[in-house]
């Protein structure tokens, strides 16, 4: 059956030690997916065996290093459906994906035009939410809700997730000011109902794997339970810092152009 959604799996040649591992999980916990994948890269090409996975290789031979936002741009120029599941190589599945969710989510936002993102895991928009009638198992995420825009595991319209899109833009930056973006454009986003009792997340993961090119303590039980070995002290393992500490930093980097802020706020 031809799927009117692709999955893209947004990563760099720097990451490749996650694509072997992201696979396997993949393939053992979702093993009803049935849609085109496409591994988002710069140069690099990989095969995994019995899944349709397609790299990009976006970056040209003769040109410098992309941007986090033009490498997404040009991995999108090779999308052939209305929609897409975005991913990124640290979304480890450590659960069962719930298929029959995933297709009602897909079926319905071909059905209604006006929904444009419905988030599937419990990682992304901070919220709130309203009810949404219209959808059982749903719930919109409001105009005002924190990270409105979120790099998280979630269904696109591709021509969305385009438009949000600034070249110049690195991933945290995309989601900080795509937020800006969002909360003036009046768009209908969705996400499931992750309460247990409404049937949970439709994909669940280690929030995430590797955070500022470090291992997550968390993944290594996973990985473990699922016999994975991949040698850690390649990456080294990442030291959580305090929150204030991370809010400073952050504070910082989005002061370092001043101008391209100001730009965002009007």
Not at 78 to 94: C, G, I, N
Not at 175 to 194: D, K
Request: net charge neutral.
């Amino acid at each position: 059956m031809n799927q009117p959604y692709t999955i893209l799996v947004n990563s760099s040649d720097g990451f490749d030690d996650c694509w072997q591992p992201f696979f396997t999980l993949l393939k053992r916990y979702w093993p009803a997916c049935d849609a085109p994948i496409l591994l988002n890269t710069e140069r690099k090409s990989a095969v995994f065996s019995d899944l349709p996975v397609r790299c990009t290789q976006v970056q040209r031979a003769d040109e410098g290093r992309l941007s986090w936002s033009e490498c997404l741009l040009r991995a999108l120029d090779q999308v052939q459906t209305p929609l897409v599941m975005y991913f990124q190589e640290d979304y480890f599945l450590d659960k069962p994906a719930d298929n029959a969710r995933i297709r009602e989510a897909v079926s319905f936002m071909m059905e209604h035009a006006d929904v444009k993102h419905v988030a599937l895991t419990r990682h992304g928009s901070l919220g709130p939410y309203d009810p949404y009638p219209a959808a059982p198992g749903m719930q919109a995420i409001r105009q005002r809700a924190r990270y409105r825009i979120s790099t998280q595991a979630a269904l696109w319209r591709v021509d969305t997730l385009r438009s949000y899109l600034r070249s110049e833009e690195s991933g945290w930056m995309f989601e900080i000011y795509g937020t800006w973006r969002a909360q003036r454009r009046n768009e209908t986003f969705l996400c499931l109902n992750f309460d247990e009792a409404a049937g949970g997340p439709a994909l669940d993961y280690v929030h995430t794997g590797i955070v500022k090119g470090k291992w997550l303590r968390d993944i290594v039980p996973v990985f473990e339970a699922n016999g994975i070995d991949i040698d850690f002290a390649r990456r080294g393992f990442y030291q959580p810092k305090p929150y204030l500490l991370h809010k400073y930093e952050l504070a910082r980097k989005l002061l370092e152009r001043p101008g391209y802020l100001l730009k965002q706020l009007v």
